[in-house]
């Protein structure tokens, strides 16, 4: 079934979300590729609230960097529909997309990708350069807070070969920051960092979700790097499985154990998606909320446990 329009979900604002997101590589229409088709995302429902630092969490091919990539619009989906804000991604045409990236999403990937020959100042204003936009007062001091948050205020006429890789990182953080984006994605943000470089970074997107408000979603299966959000959702199979709020390292980690014990996308906790009841408050006791019931798009309940197969 398909929705024309979105269901309004309760009371919180999304920085981004998919709606029964489909994903297949590979077609299923062609008989000699119907074999080698892989659903990367089947059906997933998740939202991303605004002023929050999520993580996607999964093991290795469960979908996390595809789900990552049709919801910043780099990747289109098979079925579904993904937003940024309000605006329906599968609506724009490739200019509109590519204007949509490039003023209201940033992104952090494991390599670091900054321009060797710019230094780090120049490195971090460069989208917006490169985009022809005036750096006005506002721009001025928005550029200026956020290299005190990333600490990086002695080192911004050097170049990247003369930082460390967490600095490196640091300035690939700033820099998807630094246009005041909607929401930064950031695939795999620590991995080519050693624990205390990647512990910074981390700490880094966190400080400035918290006090610069912004949005930022994780992909990560490293459970420590996970403890840093204020929400994961996990992944298996290309299904959305559970959530958690305030994660700690053990706590993912024993649900990622979980997951690989009982196939939990085999088992009937598969379909669920995070448009639960439940708003956020600023308790965060509750660490694990899982709303048993399964929810189609609509927002009805139903039960979608056979098609979990
Ligand atoms: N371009 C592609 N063509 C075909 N299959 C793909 C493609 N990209 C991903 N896949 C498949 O889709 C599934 C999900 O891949 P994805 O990269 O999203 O996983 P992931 O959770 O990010 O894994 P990892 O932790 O290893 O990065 C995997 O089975 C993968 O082999
Ligand atoms: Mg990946």
Not at 60 to 73: D, N, R, V, Y
Not at 274 to 296: N, P
Request: net charge negative.
């Amino acid at each position: 079934m398909n929705t024309a329009t979105a269901p309004q979900p309760t009371g919180i604002r999304y920085a981004a979300r998919v709606e029964r997101a489909v994903k297949v590589y590979g077609s299923t229409a062609n008989a000699r590729t119907a074999e080698t088709a892989v659903t990367a995302l089947d059906d997933v429902s998740v939202g991303f609230p605004a002023g929050r630092f999520t993580a996607i969490m999964g093991p290795s091919g469960s979908g996390k960097s595809t789900l990552m990539h049709c919801a910043a619009g780099l990747d289109t989906l098979t079925s579904g529909s993904a937003y940024i804000g309000g605006t329906d991604l599968g609506s724009l045409d490739d200019r509109r997309l590519t204007l949509l990236r490039r003023d209201r999403i940033g992104f952090v990937f494991q390599a670091f990708n900054l321009v060797p020959t710019l230094t780090v100042a120049e490195n971090i204003t460069l989208p917006m350069d490169l985009a022809g936009r005036r750096r006005d007062r506002a721009q001025q001091e928005w550029t200026d807070a956020l290299i005190d948050v990333v600490g990086l205020r002695d080192r911004l006429h050097h170049r990247p070969a003369e930082l460390s890789g967490g600095q490196q990182q640091r300035v690939a953080v700033a820099r998807a920051f630094a246009g005041r984006p909607d929401v930064v994605f950031a695939d795999e943000p620590t991995g080519n960092l050693d624990s205390r470089s990647g512990d910074e970074v981390l700490g880094l997107l966190g400080r400035t979700v918290r006090q610069m408000d912004r949005t930022v979603v994780m992909v990560t299966h490293d459970p420590v790097a996970a403890a840093h959000a204020d929400e994961v959702v996990f992944l298996a199979d290309g299904r959305l499985v559970d959530r958690m709020r305030a994660p700690t390292a053990d706590k993912v980690l024993d649900r990622m154990k979980a997951f690989e014990a009982t196939g939990a996308a085999r088992s009937g906790v598969a379909s669920y998606d995070a448009y639960g009841a439940e708003t956020y408050d600023a308790s965060g006791s509750e660490a694990s909320v899982r709303d048993a019931s399964v929810r189609d798009a609509s927002g009805a309940y139903g039960d979608t446990e056979g098609a979990a197969s």
